[in-house]
T-cell receptor, first 113, second 113 residues
Framework: SQKIEQNSEALNIQEGKTATLTCNYT??????LQWYRQDPGRGPVFLLL?????KEKRKERLKVTFDTTLKQSLFHITASQPADSATYLC????????????FGSGTRLSIRP | ETGVTQTPRHLVMGMTNKKSLKCEQH?????MYWYKQSAKKPLELMFV???????ENNSVPSRFSPECPNSSHLFLHLHTLQPEDSALYLC????????????FGPGTRLTVL
């Protein structure tokens, strides 16, 4: 069956370090993959989108990689800050149905000062 | 703040009530979405509209009835809900369906007694 897994339910790291979050998928051929941030009681906020033919995308302190062989995306936050603490969601849509977006369950990231 | 508003923000209803959730986007987008977010579960896509036509209906029970009267407004009509329908209901919009970032509203926290 089709599945998206975000490997860590929670991740706790020291301020200033790089946070790395993982999103694995099975039985999909995704056209693209997105990462969102969600704070408690709020809707998700879009961060980055990476397409199937792209290996890496960057935006300020954020970097996303997409390995279609490993069926995996990695999301990095460099020089992490306490304000980066939130839940991070990955989402993908298959080629077969670009509107059928599926979200992972999220990783709750905590950055301690 | 995101250009997508949802009302009400909180709703408590009995199983025999009929209520409606409203979503409005001020971004000129062509696609709108309803999602359900339950505790400890991934965001679940419920319905997708593109140019006021429904393009996805993810096996959602008929007690949830969407309506998209124009490209700026989306409703979710609720009737004879069950306690397990209690969740955060999120509306989102995007320029078009496909590889476009989604802008989420703040959500409606629904409690079914």
């Amino acid at each position: 069956s089709q599945k998206i897994e975000q490997n860590s339910e929670a991740l706790n790291i020291q301020e200033g370090k790089t946070a790395t979050l993982t999103c694995n998928y099975t039985n999909y051929s995704p056209a693209y993959l997105q990462w969102y941030r969600q704070d408690p009681g709020r809707g998700p906020v879009f961060l980055l989108l990476i397409r199937e033919n792209e290996k890496e995308k960057r935006k300020e302190r954020l970097k996303v990689t997409f390995d279609t062989t490993l069926k995996q995306s990695l999301f990095h936050i460099t020089a992490s800050q306490p304000a980066d603490s939130a839940t991070y969601l990955c989402a993908l849509a298959p080629y077969s149905s670009a509107s059928k977006i599926i979200f992972g369950s999220g990783t709750r990231l905590s950055i301690r000062p | 703040e995101t250009g997508v508003t949802q009302t009400p923000r909180h709703l408590v209803m009995g199983m025999t009530n009929k209520k409606s959730l409203k979503c409005e986007q001020h971004l000129g987008h062509n696609a709108m979405y309803w999602y359900k977010q339950s505790a400890k579960k991934p965001l679940e896509l419920m319905f997708v509209y593109s140019l006021e036509e429904r393009v996805e209906n993810n096996s959602v029970p008929s007690r949830f009835s969407p309506e998209c009267p124009n490209s700026s407004h989306l409703f979710l009509h609720l009737h004879t809900l069950q306690p397990e329908d209690s969740a955060l209901y999120l509306c989102a919009s995007s320029q078009d369906i496909g590889d476009n970032e989604q802008f989420f509203g703040p959500g409606t926290r629904l409690t079914v007694l």
